[in-house]
């Protein structure tokens, strides 16, 4: 009899945890972030709805000891797909991003060689970094990104509106990485809501717990056809600066194939 007591009380707190497991509250956007993130969205694309985009840029690239020039087409459709192709000083490099069955995948590749895949846990923040009108900024209708105001602060010497956001499972996963591995940080202007800067993590690539800082910094925003193009910006890692990029062009809408984003 103990032992059918055991077993029953052992199915109620059973059932018990698996009901708070299920009823743990789905996390909210801010109201503020929201609007911050609208506003912005208004200041880059002045309501134009932007399906694809090819930028032209005279990049320099410092990776370590190497100092090189040359130029680079990125290009991005939608918040998920990504091309980066730089002609390099001492060859080229290639990156790509896309989603693969609903899950978000990349791969790049040195001078025309066979690609290498992205560690999938990198995978998870913005495809189109280099392009905030294509970012997760435009995302505050999917009930999937949380919008989160962090606050007015200073960064990088500047006075800027802080929000962050990050995505959620589409099912109730407990302890899940994805809205560690998503969070974009996004740094305001609080006049104009131009972004200055995005920030977010990339990760050791067999080593999900190593944060590697990336920060990306805006300058020189330029109407195009009544978008906001940043016509320079630079990529820094852990504080360094890595890549430095005047653009030259900026088109849109140009219906960009799914499979530009493939690398062989």
């Excluded at 932007?50 to 290009?75: F, K, P, Q, Y």
């Excluded at 192709?85 to 066979?114: I, K, Q």
């Excluded at 407990?174 to 740094?187: G, Q």
């Excluded at 809501?193 to 990339?202: D, M, Q, R, T, V």
């Amino acid at each position: 009899m103990n032992r059918l007591i055991g077993v029953v009380l052992f199915s109620q707190l059973a059932i018990c945890s698996l009901a708070q497991i299920v009823s743990q509250p789905v996390p909210t956007s801010d109201p503020q972030a929201l609007s911050l993130a609208q506003k912005s969205m208004a200041a880059l694309s002045s309501a134009t709805a932007i399906t694809d985009v090819t930028i032209s840029a005279n990049v320099t690239s410092l990776l370590g000891s190497d100092n090189e020039t040359g130029t680079g087409t990125l290009r991005a459709k939608g918040i998920a797909e990504s091309r980066i192709d730089l002609s390099l000083t001492n060859g080229s490099r290639s990156e790509v991003r896309d989603t693969a069955n609903g899950v978000p995948a990349g791969a790049w590749s040195t001078n025309g060689n066979a690609s290498t895949a992205m560690a999938q846990h990198n995978a998870w923040v913005d495809a189109a970094w280099f392009f905030p009108p294509l970012s997760s900024l435009s995302q505050t209708a999917n009930p999937q990104f949380v919008f989160a105001y962090v606050g007015q602060e200073q960064h990088g010497g500047l006075s800027v509106q802080h929000i962050r956001t990050y995505q959620v499972p589409a099912a109730a996963v407990t302890n899940s990485p994805i809205p560690s591995l998503s969070a974009m940080d996004f740094y305001l202007d609080p006049n104009s809501y131009l972004p200055l800067a995005i920030g977010f993590n990339l990760h050791a690539d067999k080593n999900i717990g190593i944060n590697i800082p990336i920060e990306i910094r805006f300058a020189n925003y330029q109407a195009v056809n009544g978008i906001q193009v940043p016509f320079h910006f630079q990529q820094l890692m852990n504080g360094s600066l890595i890549l430095d990029a005047t653009v030259t062009s900026a088109t849109f809408n140009t219906g960009l194939l799914d499979s530009t984003f493939t690398l062989q």
